[in-house]
């Protein structure tokens, strides 16, 4: 009979909720309690900050208000880190003893810097020779050479790209015969339509300050959406300069051009600081047979 009378004392014996077996743990004989709040600079609780005594392995989070309990650690002292997403990391050294230790942190505010992240139509980087979209990239000396008033007298040399003008200034590019809603134009990645208001609107966009004009013709272009037919022109303008490791820095250049008979040629100058130069090139138009 001892089986059975086992078995309803185990069926008739009480179940202890878990916050008094909670409570009942932080009134061990020699236990401490660790609690406190969590607070920036200007005195702002910080949710959900983690805090762990590092030696007795116990950790917990800040509620709506900053605050936070631990108990049932024995007495010692025991490194106390605090951490939260936008603060600085904080360990503080503390002795606990008695029933409860209060501590009120304080956390500085960082700025978390993210690795450059490149995002390409590839499984993998692949460089302008060896992809197999028929795509270009004019910058450098190409770049300063083929400069003009507008974006598609730049690229009216370029393989597979014209220049439709009606007018000094005004120009838009021609991707294997089609233009305007068909050319997608991008300015650092953003759309800019204004070629698409008329003939006599040339691309909003400015090519004497460009570090690069990347070109995508062909079908690749369908990534870019419906208005990337004909192909896609992106245009990335320099880093702005700033002054945090230098003085203050001035920029210039000038640019003039004059076409006859066919010739076309474009002077440029420039200057930065107190240093000045100055360069020179020729390039033909379309149709010329040599350049001056």
């Known amino acids: 009979m001892l089986f059975p ?43 959900e900050a983690r805090v762990v005594v590092l030696e007795a392995n116990r950790s917990t989070t800040t509620d709506a208000e900053g605050r936070f309990r631990i108990g049932g650690i024995p007495e010692g002292t025991y490194g106390i880190s605090i951490a939260a997403i936008g603060f600085r990391p904080r360990v503080y050294r503390l002795a606990l003893t008695g029933a409860t230790t209060t501590l009120e942190a304080k956390l500085l505010p960082t700025v978390v810097e993210l690795a450059t992240i490149q995002t390409t139509a590839t499984p993998v980087g692949t460089s302008v020779l060896e992809s197999p979209q028929p795509l270009s990239v004019l910058h450098g000396d190409a770049l300063s050479a083929a400069q003009a008033p507008s974006l598609g007298a730049v690229l009216e040399l370029q393989p597979g790209l014209r220049n439709s003008s009606t007018g000094n200034g005004i120009g838009k590019p021609v991707i294997r015969g089609l233009s305007s809603n068909r050319v997608l134009i991008l300015d650092n990645g953003q759309r800019m339509e204004t070629q698409q208001w008329g003939d006599e609107h040339s691309p909003n966009v400015e090519t004497a300050t460009a570090e690069r004009i990347e070109v995508i013709r062909g079908p690749a272009s369908v990534l870019y959406g419906s208005d990337a037919l004909g192909g896609v022109i992106n245009v990335v303008q320099r880093e702005l300069p700033d002054a945090k490791e230098r003085g203050a820095l001035l920029r210039g250049t000038l640019s003039g051009s004059y076409a006859s008979n066919g ?30």
């Open 5 to 47: 009378l086992l078995l309803a004392s185990l069926a008739t014996a009480p179940v202890v909720p878990r916050h008094i077996v909670a409570h009942s743990v932080d009134h061990l004989v020699g236990a401490v309690v660790l609690a406190g709040r969590v607070t920036d600079t200007l005195g702002q609780p910080i949710v």
């Open 263 to 292: 010739a076309r040629q474009t002077a440029r100058c420039w200057s930065k600081g107190r240093a000045a130069g100055s360069s020179a090139s020729a390039r033909p138009s379309p149709g010329a047979s040599r350049a001056m």
